[in-house]
């Protein structure tokens, strides 16, 4: 019985997971909101309010996983890579 008591729980974390992983929209909006928040110059943070979405929207590639998304974004020489789920939670890769 404790062994279909945790299936049913993986069950359910994986569908979760499914149902909250993040879109593309949703990085780009966590990456606008993460640099503003780091910015300490009023006019940069202009600047990111107002070109930061399309910018990070046209450099950034998603990698759909089912359950997480990997988000690659190539500015110039900076690579970086991000790994995404449950909508809210983000965590830069090395």
């Keep these: 019985m404790e062994i279909v008591i945790f ?5 359910f974390i994986l569908i979760l997971l499914a149902v909250t992983n993040p879109s593309k929209e949703d990085f780009v909006e966590w990456v ?13 943070s202009a600047g990111i309010n107002l070109f930061g979405s399309p910018v ?12 997480v998304s990997i ?15 449950g909508k809210r939670f983000f965590i830069r890769l090395p």
């Design 71 to 85: 988000f690659k974004m190539e500015l110039g020489t900076e690579k970086t890579s991000t790994l995404a789920f």
């Design 56 to 67: 990070i929207n046209g450099v950034t590639t998603q990698q759909d996983l089912i359950f």
């Design 7 to 11: 299936w049913i729980i993986i069950g």
């Design 32 to 44: 606008v909101n993460s640099s503003i928040e780091e910015s300490d110059n009023e006019w940069v």
